[in-house]
């Protein structure tokens, strides 16, 4: 089965919002090692970046709360 553009479109933009409700989450729970912090870090960064560049800017101030977050 292959989806159409609009659809895998639909799947990543909520993928990229699922893996950002998570580290969120994850942002709270003082026993997540630093690495992990760092790495989910990384990874919201570019899911942000794409998501600007894409016009989906809703999101960016709650996306980099959750950075500095995982920050500490």
Do not use: C, N, Y
């Not at 089965?1 to 942002?27: C, G, N, P, T, Y």
């Not at 870090?41 to 998501?51: K, Y």
């Amino acid at each position: 089965m292959k989806l159409s553009d609009e659809d895998r479109d639909r799947l990543a933009l909520h993928s990229a919002f699922a893996v950002h409700q998570i580290a969120r989450w994850v942002a709270t729970q003082p026993d997540v090692a630093p690495e992990i912090r760092e790495r989910l870090r990384a990874h919201i960064s570019a899911i942000e970046g794409v998501l600007v560049t894409t016009g989906h800017d809703w999101i960016k101030d709650e996306i980099e709360a959750t950075e500095r977050a995982l920050a500490g």
